[in-house]
């Protein structure tokens, strides 16, 4: 397995708009997603292995996260043509066969990934109520092999401190996965 860091976009950045289908051809937008106190943008695919090792943990979050009135969202934008399970149907069976309680969308241009300058699977951006990027980084410390029970512990505490409306440590630790497979 190759390892790609997240690139780590500043603190601060506004969320890039968005208008993306999921798997059944539902648009779905960034303004409709973000909740009260923020959105979680996750880029993800369902054939990478660092993705496949957090499934359980991302489910679980997807029915948490509105105990934090925020929205979540996956979104993948690997070359299906190259890498056919993350093809909008795929999705769709990824999505159902692991309960994920969020939007799985596709970004076929590519163009959404590069706005939010993603470079791996997962990659995590958390916005905070007024689109502005809080925390970018790891779930948690497990990776697929290290015995690091799945957690979202990083997540976790962010949410926890957009809904306290306190400070989110800005020492962040990158997330490492898959490279996202550009055309």
């Known amino acids: 397995m190759s390892l790609t860091p997240s690139t780590m976009l500043p603190l601060g950045t506004e969320a890039p708009q968005f208008n993306l289908p999921n798997g059944e051809g539902e648009q779905y937008n960034l303004d409709q997603l973000v909740k009260t106190n923020g959105l979680l943008v996750v880029f993800m695919s369902n054939h990478c292995p660092y993705v496949i090792h957090l499934a359980e943990g991302l ?102 401190a957009l809904k306290n409306k306190t400070t989110i440590d800005p020492a962040q630790q990158p997330s490492v996965g898959c490279n996202i497979k550009w055309r």
């Open 59 to 160: 489910a679980k979050m997807s029915r948490d996260i509105k105990d934090y009135d925020v929205g979540m969202v996956g979104i993948s934008a690997n070359d299906v043509d190259a890498y056919p399970a993350d093809s909008p149907q795929n999705m769709v069976i990824e999505a159902q066969q692991r309960g994920y309680q969020f939007p799985y969308l596709y970004d076929q241009s590519q163009q959404i990934a590069k706005a939010y300058d993603a470079a791996c699977t997962p990659d995590f951006y958390l916005f905070d109520g007024n689109k502005k990027l809080v925390y970018r980084g790891q779930f948690d410390d497990s990776r697929p092999g290290n015995n690091i029970a799945v957690s979202g512990s990083h997540i976790y505490n962010a949410l926890q």
